[in-house]
């Protein structure tokens, strides 16, 4: 298996545009999870799913973020509309069977908003 | 706050020294984790303890957990250039169905 896929790998915008993160788990895992990791802030858990099914999304910071998972092999991550305060790190993260097991996660988007 | 906190925030030895770094966290847990993270890299998990284990081992890393102190140690023995990293703990609470990270241990090791 490849592992956790994320794309893009960096991504530069500018304030106010769209931007949209993407994440393929490993197969047959159950569970996804989005993290943001500032230097500021460190690893923050944004939204977990189960079963494509989001269970908490209390880390959200705000409207302006938006998590969806379609099937069990996709999950995007957008931000609308981006601020530079949202630069940082994301990663996905996924799991198999329960939401406690380890966590494999993705190499990251780098997320730059000027 | 069930976040476990590392100690120390950094540390930096030399190359077949031991490593030692701690977790304290606020709450019951149903297992802690410890992953590692190279710079630039996601987080590579390294090892679980649950709650009602108090050691384990794998290759030249030893974990304790002290759930009466809620706290948990991570020992890497005769330690490597390449062991050069951050290291986070993750408790996953009895409360919350969420797993936490803390803000993790710098471990810089000299050649």
């Known amino acids: 298996d490849a592992g956790v896929i994320q794309s893009p790998r960096h991504e530069v915008t500018e304030m106010g545009q769209e931007v949209t993160l993407r994440c393929k788990p490993i197969s047959g895992h159950d569970y996804l999870f989005w993290y943001r990791q500032t230097m500021m802030r460190g690893l923050e858990l944004l939204i977990y799913?189960?079963?494509?099914?989001?269970?908490?999304d209390s880390g959200m910071p705000e409207d302006r973020f938006s998590a969806k998972m379609p099937n069990a092999s996709f999950s995007t991550l957008k931000i609308q509309p981006s601020e530079p305060r949202d630069s940082a790190v994301y990663f996905c993260?996924?799991?198999?069977?329960?939401?406690?097991?380890?966590?494999?996660f993705g190499p990251g988007t780098r997320l730059t908003v000027l | 706050s069930q976040q476990g906190e590392e100690d120390p925030q950094a540390l930096s030895i030399q190359e077949g020294e031991n490593a030692t770094m701690n977790c304290s966290y606020k709450t019951s847990i149903n297992n802690l984790q410890w992953y590692r993270q190279n710079s630039g890299r996601g987080l590579v998990h390294l090892i679980l303890?649950?709650?009602?284990?108090r050691e384990k081992h794998s290759g030249r890393l030893r974990v304790t957990l002290d759930t009466s102190k809620k706290s948990s140690s991570l020992l890497i023995t005769a330690s490597r250039a390449a062991d050069t990293a951050s290291y986070f703990c993750?408790?996953?609470?009895?409360?919350?169905?969420?797993?936490?990270f803390g803000a993790g241990t710098r471990l810089f090791v000299k050649a």
């Open positions: 303890i649950r709650s009602n284990e």
């Open positions: 993260a996924s799991s198999l069977d329960r939401w406690d097991n380890e966590q494999f």
């Open positions: 799913f189960n079963n494509n099914v989001p269970i908490d």
């Open positions: 993750a408790t996953a609470g009895t409360g919350g169905f969420k797993t936490i």
